[in-house]
């Protein structure tokens, strides 16, 4: 008698602790999925991405998945990848550059809130947007650093070229502007193609491939040898001009780097110095999940049945 009444005794409190954990467990369950996120303080970055949208970054001289692409098209994958990596509450814009101007074609916005939207844009930047043939690189560098400044909270700017002037500049030739200080605006110049010269594809004006640019198409620099012969001008063809690029990167206090992979912008973009910490939306859900799965996992344990 005495030793059925235990067991009747044992197995209600056995049962009364069962139903406090799937109780528990139930509750943090609840919890998890009406939890709203939590404003924490984190790193994130501010960037605008210039896009080179001459005609000389139509160059094939890289490649994606083995198939040739051009400087412009890789240029846009790496920013493609890069958003993947930037945490939530970075914010990115792009702009592009042609002529002697950088305009801002997209103000930078948050990239997890708005990740499709810069995805979709980013697609539709390319040469047809070009308002002009000539391609002044480094008048184009100092007008990127007077866009941001005209930006709430100056973002940071990375500057897409592959440093081809057209006309070229002459020797000696170093375009600035008098309101433009170095440094005031943190930057990377990401030089872009490689280091063979090569026939720069010509397009129409509807973007429409239309051959290759020849030596009596465009202005040409005169080159003479040491004993004064003429040398025939090569500013038909194109490869990365990483002096002239480094040149313009040190007038305005900006750091340089050679696209050489789809990581380059992303480095460019989360470099040292230029985080800002701002209250971010959190989800912290999977807290109460982990602890009603940790609740469950010793309910059901083996050692808690015997």
């Not at 509750?27 to 998890?32: D, R």
């Not at 002459?170 to 943190?186: A, H």
């Amino acid at each position: 008698m005495r030793t059925r009444v235990f067991l009747r005794n044992l197995l209600a409190s056995l049962r009364e602790r069962d139903a406090g954990s799937l109780l528990a467990a139930f509750a943090l369950l609840v919890i998890a999925a009406v939890l709203p996120p939590v404003n924490l303080p984190r790193d994130s970055w501010d960037t605008i991405v210039v896009f080179d949208l001459t005609q000389s970054m139509n160059v094939e001289d890289y490649e994606l998945d083995g198939v040739p692409v051009s400087r412009l098209t890789y240029a846009r994958e790496s920013a493609k990848r890069a958003l993947r990596e930037l945490p939530c509450g970075s914010r990115v814009g792009w702009a592009g550059f042609a002529e002697y101007r950088t305009l801002l074609l997209l103000a930078p916005i948050e990239v997890c809130a708005h990740y499709s939207d810069l995805i979709a844009s980013l697609d539709q930047i390319d040469g047809r947007m070009r308002w002009g043939n000539s391609s002044e690189v480094a008048k184009g560098v100092f007008w990127s650093v007077r866009t941001a400044k005209t930006l709430e909270e100056a973002p940071a700017v990375v500057f897409v070229s592959d440093g081809q002037e057209a006309p070229p500049l002459r020797d000696g030739d170093k375009p600035g502007f008098d309101d433009i200080k170095p440094g005031e605006v943190r930057g990377w110049i990401v030089g872009a193609g490689g280091e063979a010269a090569r026939p720069i594809p010509k397009s129409d004006d509807d973007g429409r491939p239309v051959g290759y640019w020849q030596a009596g198409e465009v202005i040409q620099r005169e080159l003479r040898t040491a004993d004064g012969r003429k040398v025939p001008g090569t500013e038909h063809l194109s490869a990365l001009r990483e002096t002239h690029l480094r040149d313009i990167a040190q007038q305005v206090g900006f750091d340089y780097a050679t696209l050489s992979d789809t990581g380059t912008l992303v480095r460019a973009m989360k470099h040292d110095g230029a985080a800002v910490s701002r209250p971010v939306p959190t989800a912290l859900n999977w807290l109460p999940a982990l602890l009603a799965l940790v609740v469950l996992a010793l309910r059901f344990r083996p050692e808690s049945r015997r």
